[in-house]
C-alpha cells in the first residue's frame, strides 16, 4: 500500500477487528454459561417442587399443579415416575412421555437433589432435571419429578444473543472505519500542507521563504524545523557558491585586463626587440598569476567533490615538516628570514592521510608567514603530540593581524590588503585550501594573532 493513510486506515480498522472479536467471543462464552446456569437452576426448582405437590396425590399432575408450577408461562413441561422407573404422568403440553434415564435413577442422591443432564427422544433434545423424592430424609425414593425444557427454544435464545453480538460489531467496526477514515484525512492534513508548500518553494525564494512550524503538531513542527534547517544551509551553500562565481570571475578578470592593455600599448607603435622582450616578460607574470589562481581553484573543487584525499597512508608529521622547511629555507634566506623546525615528540608522529595533500598545507601556511613577515624577523615550525591530536604550528613575529579580520581569514579570496597580497601573487585562496584540506583529514586549523607581535596558525590532525 502506498498511502499512508490507506495504512492507517487499514491497520486502525484491523485492530478494531481483532478486537471487536475477542470482546464478542468473550461476551459469548460468559453469557452462554450464564443462561446454561440459569436454565438448569430453574428446572431443578421446578422438578423439585413439583415432587412436593405431586406426592400427595400419588404421582397424578393435576392441572391446579401445572398451574402452582406455572407451567403455561414458563414453556417447560413436567414429568412423573413411580419408584420403579414406570411412567406415572405428564403435564398436558407435553405430548409424549420421555424415558426416565438410568442415569437420573441411579444418582439417588440421599439429600434428594436433582440430577441435570440433555436427552434425546423423538428427534429433539431436551434439558432434564430429575428430582428424586422421599418421604423423610434417608427413606427409599418414592417418585421421580421432572422438569424438562426443549432445547431448540433455548438454542433460539442462543442465536438471537450472537445475531445481536455479531450487528453490534459490525455496526461499531463500520462508525470506527468510517472515523479512522476521516480521522486519518484530518491528522494527514497537515503533512500535506507541509509538502504542498514544500512544493511551493522555488530554488529563487530558498533564501525568503520558510516553512510554517505547527505549533500544535509536535513531530510536524520538528519535520518542518528541520527542512527549515536544510533550507538555511542549502541558501549557505547557495550564497558560498554564487560569491566564489562571482570572486573568482573578478580574479580572472584582473590578469586578464593587465595582459590586454600590455598586449595594446606594445601594439600602438613598432617597438624595439627588447621592449617587446620586457612586454613579454611582464605578460609571463600575468599568466604565471593566472595558471596559479586556476591551480588553486581546482584544489578547492577536489577537495569539495571529496577528491582531495587520492592516496591515504602513514605519513610521518616530523618528517613532512623538516621537509618543506628544507624546501623553503632559500626563500627564507633571500628574505632575510630565520626558518626553524621544532619538534618536542619523541618517536615519529604519523597521521592516516595523503602526503601531498598535507606538504600543500604547510607550503601554504610557511610560504604565508614568510610572506607576510619582515626580514630579520622569524618563523618557527613546531610540531607536538596532544593525544589524540598532533599539533603542528606556525609561528611568525611579523606584523600580525588584526582582530576583525581573523574570523574570515579561511574565506575563500579573503585578503587583509588586497593590493598587498596581489603584489606577492596571493589570491586568498591560500588559507582556505589549507581549511578544506585539514578538515578533509579530520582536523582542524586556527588562528591567534596580535597586530604587532606576529601570527600563529595551528593545525590539529588526528594522530594515527
Ligand atoms: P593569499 O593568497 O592572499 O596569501 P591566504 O588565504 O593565504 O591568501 O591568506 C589570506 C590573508 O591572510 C592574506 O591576504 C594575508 O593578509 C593574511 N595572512 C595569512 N597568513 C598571514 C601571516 N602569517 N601573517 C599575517 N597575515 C597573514
Redesign the pocket.
Known amino acids: 500500500m502506498r498511502s499512508l493513510r490507506a495504512r492507517l486506515f487499514v491497520g486502525f480498522t484491523a485492530l478494531l477487528a481483532a478486537a471487536l472479536l475477542v470482546f464478542g467471543v468473550i461476551v459469548w462464552l460468559v453469557a452462554r454459561e450464564a443462561m446454561t446456569n440459569d436454565l438448569d437452576d430453574f428446572l431443578r426448582s421446578k422438578a423439585t417442587l413439583l415432587g412436593r405437590l405431586v406426592a400427595p396425590v400419588r404421582n397424578r399432575i393435576e392441572p391446579w399443579i401445572e398451574q402452582e408450577v406455572q407451567v403455561q408461562e414458563r414453556h417447560f413441561m413436567l414429568q412423573v415416575f413411580a419408584a420403579d422407573g414406570s411412567f406415572a404422568g405428564k403435564s398436558s403440553n407435553l405430548a409424549q412421555a420421555i424415558p426416565l434415564s438410568d442415569e437420573a435413577r441411579r444418582s439417588e442422591h440421599p439429600a434428594g437433589n436433582a440430577v441435570i443432564e440433555t436427552l434425546h427422544a423423538d428427534g429433539r433434545a431436551y434439558r432434564v432435571a430429575t428430582h428424586p423424592r422421599r418421604e423423610l430424609w434417608g427413606d427409599p425414593v418414592a417418585l421421580y419429578a421432572q422438569a424438562l425444557i426443549p432445547l431448540d427454544s433455548v438454542h433460539a435464545r442462543e442465536r438471537r444473543l450472537l445475531a445481536w453480538l455479531v450487528g453490534c460489531g459490525m455496526v461499531v467496526l463500520a462508525a470506527g472505519g468510517v472515523a479512522a477514515w476521516h480521522l486519518s484525512r484530518q491528522w494527514l492534513r497537515s503533512v500535506a500542507n507541509l509538502e504542498e508548500a514544500a512544493r511551493g518553494l522555488s530554488s529563487a525564494e530558498l533564501g525568503l521563504r520558510r516553512l510554517f512550524v505547527p505549533a500544535d503538531d509536535a513531530e510536524l513542527a520538528a519535520l518542518a524545523a528541520s527542512f527549515n534547517q536544510l533550507l538555511d544551509r542549502l541558501e549557505g551553500a547557495h550564497a558560498a557558491q554564487q560569491r566564489f562565481t562571482a570572486d573568482a570571475s573578478h580574479e580572472l578578470r584582473t590578469p586578464l585586463t593587465v595582459l590586454r592593455g600590455e598586449i595594446e600599448v606594445a601594439l600602438r607603435k613598432p617597438r624595439t626587440a627588447e621592449e617587446y622582450r620586457e612586454v613579454l616578460v611582464s605578460n609571463r607574470e600575468e599568466i604565471e598569476r593566472l595558471s596559479r589562481l586556476t591551480e588553486n581553484m581546482l584544489a578547492l573543487a577536489h577537495v569539495d567533490v571529496g577528491e582531495a584525499l587520492a592516496q591515504r597512508e602513514l605519513v610521518n608529521v616530523s618528517e613532512l615538516c623538516s621537509g618543506v622547511v628544507a624546501k623553503l629555507q632559500a626563500l627564507a634566506e633571500e628574505r632575510r628570514i630565520l626558518l626553524r623546525h621544532e619538534d618536542g615528540s619523541e618517536g615519529p608522529l604519523s597521521v592516516n592521510g595523503d602526503r601531498m595533500a598535507l606538504d600543500r598545507v604547510m607550503l601554504?601556511?610557511i610560504e604565508?608567514?614568510l610572506?607576510?613577515?619582515p626580514a630579520g624577523e622569524s618563523v618557527t615550525v613546531r610540531v607536538s603530540q596532544l593525544r589524540p591530536w598532533i599539533e603542528i604550528e606556525?609561528i611568525?613575529t611579523?606584523?600580525?593581524?588584526s582582530a576583525e579580520?581573523l574570523p574570515h581569514?579561511?574565506e575563500r579570496f579573503?585578503?587583509?590588503?588586497?593590493a598587498?597580497?596581489?603584489a606577492?601573487?596571493?589570491?586568498?585562496?591560500?588559507?582556505?585550501?589549507?581549511k578544506a584540506l585539514v578538515e578533509a583529514h579530520g582536523g582542524g586549523v586556527s588562528v591567534r594573532?596580535e597586530v604587532g607581535k606576529?601570527?600563529v596558525?595551528v593545525v590539529r590532525l588526528p594522530e594515527a
Open positions: 601554504n601556511l604565508n608567514a610572506r607576510y613577515t606556525v611568525d611579523g606584523g600580525g593581524i579580520h581569514l579561511f579573503y585578503r587583509v590588503d588586497k598587498r597580497s596581489r606577492h601573487g596571493g589570491s586568498g585562496l591560500g588559507l582556505s585550501i589549507v594573532s606576529g601570527s596558525f
